[in-house]
Every structure is written in C-alpha cells, then in structure tokens.
C-alpha cells in the first residue's frame, strides 16, 4: 500500500469473523450500519504498541440513508467508504482489485516446511468443530482466493508471529 509503513497491517480482505452482533445472513456480521470495529489487529510500532481496527463490510443489500458513507454489501470494494471496511471472504469471491491486502489469523500458522490448521482458533462458528485436516484445505484454499484478488499486487500479514517472519522472509529471498 502506498505510503504504509512496514510495520502497519492493513487489511482488505480476509475469513469472516463471528460477531456478537445480530446477523441475517448467519455469517457473523451485523447486516446493517452502523458498523463496528470488530477487527483488531495489534501491532508494534517504535512508538509503543498500537491497534489496527476497521469494521466488517455491511451486509445489507441496500444502502442505508442513515449512513451514506457505508456502502452495500455488493458495492463495498469499489464505493467511497469501503475502503474503511474489512471485506470478508463471501463477497470478495468473483471480484478482482488493482491490490488487496489479506491478513491471516490464528486459525492457520506455518511451522517450519508447513501449514498447520488450528480451527479451535477459528472465528467462524461453522468451521471451528472441523478436524484440523478438513479444516486446512478449507483455509489454504480460502486464503489463495483471498490472495488473488489483487490482480497487480497483494500484501500478505499474519496476526501469528513466526507465521508473520516467515512471510518476510519470503520476500527478503526474492530481493536477493
């Protein structure tokens, strides 16, 4: 992202979490504004520690003139206001931006030459009771759509330390 620094985690796109607000469409995000904060993200910066938060994108179907500045469901990614709301894998599927950002959670980790799923982790009500083999080809898979939805670049994060380092590292051997 443009003028980011590096050690900010900005999110665009990743696994929808539960909420504890109503929810029509089941999906653990509440159907209409005003939205929440319900994505945090804590990070360090040199300037202590800090918290990334955005809300979930709306899930209503129309917008709701109460709150112009929160897009519908359907228009979220490309209306003004949406790019101050964290869109989750449902509508991200068939849609492609210029960059995305995509953020992993706990739910999927690596360590050393794997992925190791950990649905207990998961924030999604329906996946957290899968045995951890279902579970990981639910998530890699889920995180490769994520991943490329940005037809001309992506920024990839995790909430897991050794998971975040080894995705530097990544990018630290391609320069190289």
């Known amino acids: 992202m443009a ?3 590096s050690s900010v985690r900005p999110v665009r796109a990743s696994p929808c979490i539960e909420s504890d607000e109503p929810a029509s469409t089941g999906h653990g995000t509440p159907p209409t504004p005003p939205l929440l ?3 945090e993200i804590p990070w360090n910066s ?6 990334w938060a955005r809300p979930w994108n709306s899930r209503a179907d129309e917008p709701a003139f109460d709150y112009p500045d929160v897009p519908a469901l359907t228009f979220w990614a490309t209306a003004p206001g949406g790019h101050h ?3 989750c894998i449902y509508p991200v599927q068939g849609m492609e931006y210029a960059y995305n950002a995509v953020i992993m959670g706990g739910a999927l980790v690596r360590r050393g ?3 190791i799923a950990r649905p207990e982790e998961s924030q999604d009500s329906q996946l957290r009771g899968l045995p951890p083999h279902r579970y ?3 998530a890699l898979n889920t995180y490769r759509v994520l991943a490329t939805r940005g037809s001309q670049g992506r920024r990839l994060s995790s ?3 050794i998971t975040q380092d080894w995705l ?3 990018i630290r051997t391609q320069d190289r």
């Open 3 to 5: 003028g980011a620094e």
């Open 85 to 87: 709301q964290v869109g």
């Open 159 to 161: 909430t897991d330390a």
């Open 46 to 51: 040199p300037e202590g520690p800090r918290i």
């Open 37 to 39: 904060p319900e994505v």
């Open 113 to 115: 030459e794997q992925w």
């Open 168 to 170: 530097q590292a990544l």
């Open 136 to 138: 990981l080809q639910y």
